[in-house]
């Protein structure tokens, strides 16, 4: 998923709380939020934590604006046809 990083900076400064502090509350890595704060990207998993460690929804972190939807769009295309490739690759190992 594709979350709005500054809205997750914003929300974590918002209830005064280091990386370290937010990364025990979601029970995910600081490594982890770093990426989030940094490239917007987490899983369903971590997003839904993250969400309920800050106490909004999910929705509310997610990415929305034209400039980000846009580049999901760009990305997902590329991620697939990557994922195929490898698994193509792969096949014609065995």
């Excluded at 890595?29 to 309920?52: D, F, K, N, P």
């Amino acid at each position: 998923m594709l979350l709005n990083s500054k809205t997750v900076r914003h929300l974590r400064s918002s209830h005064q709380l280091t990386q370290e502090e937010l990364a025990v509350m979601a029970d995910v890595s600081v490594r982890t939020i770093q990426r989030i704060e940094t490239s917007g990207t987490a899983s369903l998993e971590t997003t839904r934590a993250l969400a309920s460690a800050l106490s909004v929804s999910s929705d509310q972190l997610l990415a929305t604006s034209p400039e980000y939807r846009s580049l999901s769009h760009f990305v997902v295309p590329i991620v697939l046809l990557v994922t195929f490739a490898v698994g193509y690759w792969l096949g014609t190992l065995g």
